[in-house]
């Protein structure tokens, strides 16, 4: 699998505006994971929590800082 440029940058605050974490907003960890369809996801880990979720890319807002 070819690599991919970063689809959002580590230390990137983001807002999730879809799914079970909608609402929700937290800090990029990683740049980039694909699913084996290709869709890109990034590792979020929110706001007052420990723990991070892989989140697809399509489901986040870039909040301003």
Same mark, same amino acid.
């Given at each position: *699998? ?11 605050? &983001?807002? /999730?505006? %879809? ?9 990029? *960890? ?11 996801? &990034?590792? /979020?880990? %929110? ?19």
């Amino acid at each position: *699998m070819e690599d991919l440029p970063p689809v959002l940058r580590a230390g990137t605050k &983001v807002r /999730v505006t %879809f799914g079970r974490h909608q609402g929700r907003t937290g800090t990029v *960890m990683d740049e980039h994971a694909l699913l084996p369809a290709g869709e890109p996801l &990034v590792w /979020v880990s %929110f706001e007052g929590n420990e723990d991070s979720r892989l989140i697809a890319l399509r489901f986040l807002d870039k909040q301003r800082d």
